[in-house]
C-alpha cells in the first residue's frame, strides 16, 4: 500500500508543479504558510452533527454567520448506530484498516485545520474526502455484527444522539422547528428498524432501511435549502445563461476578441442581462465559443487584473473609458489599449456606462443598443496574435494561431515587443542562429521580448512549466507500479506451487522408503 500510495503521489506532479512553477505570478504568491480567516472552516461540533440532514452549521460563510446549506451533512444513520458496534471485534481489525485510518486523521487535519493551509482553502471542502475514509471504516465495523452486551445503554446513548441531532438543528434555525421535529422522528424510526434487522442479522433489511432513509431526506433538503432559495444579492448569487441558442442569437454581433465593462454588482439581481446572455461573466463566454478578455479564474493574474479593474469574474469596478485609447502608462509603446490588446468588441453594461457616455472610440461603430448594454465592434477585426513594437522596431508575426510562432524584427538600436498574451512561465525565444533572446512578463502582465539591433527571425515557443518533470515523475511511478504488481502476482503464485511441490517432495519420500523396505 505504501508502495502504491507513493505512486499514486508521483503522478501528481502532473498537475501540481506547472502550478508551483507559476505561483509566483498568481494571487496565492503571498501570505503565511498557516493561515486563519474562519472562512467555511467547520469545527469538530459541526462534525459531531454530520447525522442531522436539517442541520445548517455555524461558521462564516456566504456573508452569513451560518452556512446556507447542510455543508457537514454525512448520513442520518451514523450516530444512532454508532452506539451499537462492537469495538472489541473492530479494534481487532485495526491492522487491516491502517490505510483508512491514515486517510481519515490526514483529512481530519485539513478539514478542523487552519482555514489556510498554503495553497488549500476553505477547509468545509475536505469533508467529503474526510467522509470518505469514515465510511469505509463503518462499513467496516457493521459488517463485524452489533454488540451484545449493554443493550439498554447502547439504546439510551442512541436515543441521546438522537435528542442531539433535533437541537443542534434547531438551535440554528429555531423557524424550522416543525421540520426538525419531523426529521428526527424518521431518524428514531428508521434507525431502530435498522438496528433490530441488523441483530437480527436481517442485513438486506437493514441495508434497504438505510438506503430509504437516505433517499427521502434528499428532498427535504433541497426543499429547505437548495441555492435557488438563497437570496444573497447579485455580487454572490448571479445566475447564467441556460440557454445557449438564447446566448448565441444575443451575442451574434460579436467579434473577435471580447472586452466586456461593467461591475456585476451595479446590475438588478431581478433583472434578465444575464438570463438572456446579453451579458456574461466567469465561464459562460468559452460555451459559446466566445474570446472573453475576461475569464473566471481562481488564481488569479494580478498584474494583468491591474490593469483593467478587473476582478476573478471578469467584473470591472473603475471607469475604463478614459484608458481605452490611451497609450499603457509608463511604457514605450504608443498604441492605445485597445489596440494593444487586440480588443474587437467591446461590450459596456448599461448599469454601469449608460448610453449617453459611452464614448465611441476611432476605428468602432456601435454594432448593437438595447437595455442592458452597448456594442461597439471594430471597423477593421485585428489579428489574433497582435505584436506592437516599440519605437524604431518593426515586426511581422507568422503563426499568430499557435503557441509557438515566428517573427520578423528589424530594430534601429534594440528594443522590445509586446504582445497580447499573458506573459506565463513557460515562454522561450531564440533566434534562428541559435542565439537566446529575452523572455519577461511586462508590468501590466503581458509577455514581453528584449529583440536585438539589426534584423532577426526569432522563433518563440511555450513548454508548460514542470510538464517535463510531471512526465518523467509519472512514468517513473508507473514502472514502479507495474513492477511492484508483477512482483506480488510473483509472490502469490509461488505460494500456491509451494504446497504442491511439498506434497510431491513427501509422496517422493514415502515410495523411497517403502521401496527400501521391501
Known sequence: MVVVGLCVGAITALAYLPLLATLS???????????????????????????????????????????????????????????????????A???????PLVVTAIMLFFTLGPSEIWLFRWPVRFVEYLYLAIAVLLARALSLGPAQERRGLRALISGAAVGAVLASSWVVTPQNAATHAAVTVGILVLGTIAIVAWYRGALKAMALTLVIGSVAYVPVQAGLYSWNRQVLGVTADHGATSSLSDATAATSSYQGTVLQLGALHHLDLDGDALERGELMFGHSPTALGLDFVGRYTGIGFPDFMKLLCMDYRGSTHCDLQPALTAPLEDSPYEASLIDVLGVDTLVFSTASYPPDQVVIPPGFHVALRDDNRTVLVRDTPSPELVATPSPGTTVSVDGSGDLDFTLEVDSLDGGTVLFNRLGWVGYHARTTQGESIPVRENKDGLLELVVPAGQSSIEVSYTVPGLRTGVMLALGALTVAAAHAALVELNRRRKLVSPAVASANVA???????????
Open 25 to 91: 505570478q498568481t494571487v496565492r504568491q503571498s501570505g503565511p504558510l498557516f493561515s486563519n480567516s474562519g472562512y467555511l472552516a467547520p469545527d469538530a461540533l459541526n462534525l459531531l452533527a454530520s447525522s442531522a440532514p436539517t442541520y445548517l452549521p455555524p461558521m462564516a460563510a456566504w456573508y452569513s454567520e451560518h452556512d446556507l446549506v447542510p455543508s457537514v451533512y454525512f448520513a442520518w444513520f451514523v450516530l444512532p448506530v454508532v452506539p451499537w458496534i462492537s469495538w472489541r471485534r473492530a479494534a
Open 93 to 99: 481489525t485495526r491492522r487491516s484498516m491502517t490505510a
Open 508 to 518: 517422493q519420500s514415502l515410495r523411497v522408503s517403502t521401496d527400501l523396505a521391501t
